[in-house]
């Protein structure tokens, strides 16, 4: 079970963090992913970190702003969000898969949080 959280209403040009939690000690066995969906559009990838956290990839629109990162130790994976502008108001999930690195569709992952929403006002 993974649980998103960290999100709130901030100006453009602020930064936010957000965390991903998980209960299960098999996290590290998991790939893990950021999406967002804003109202009325689908759910769109934003990042995604290996198991090891050594491999990230990133959205072509968030990429040099945010970093995606992970503590297995503490089954955590936090986004670092800075530079937030307007564009990037959305709910925002984490998800997990098992195994495979580097997908980019939200179909392709099996577990999700309940999602943490993020506003930034221009």
């Known amino acids: 079970q993974l649980q998103a959280s960290g999100g709130g209403l901030v100006q453009s040009g602020d930064s936010l963090r957000l965390s991903c939690s998980a209960s299960d000690r098999t996290f590290g066995a998991n790939t893990v992913a950021w999406f967002r969906q804003a109202p009325g559009k689908e759910r769109d990838f934003v990042a995604t970190?290996?198991?090891?956290?050594?491999?990230?990839y990133y959205a072509d629109s968030v990429k040099g702003r945010f970093t995606i990162s992970r503590d297995n130790a503490k089954n955590t994976v936090d986004l670092q969000m800075n530079s937030l502008k307007p564009e990037d108001t959305a709910v925002y999930y984490c998800a997990a898969r098992g195994g495979g690195y580097g997908y980019t569709q939200a179909r392709e992952y099996t577990y999700w949080g309940q999602g943490t929403q993020v506003t930034v006002s221009s």
């Open positions: 970190i290996s198991r090891s956290g050594g491999l990230t």
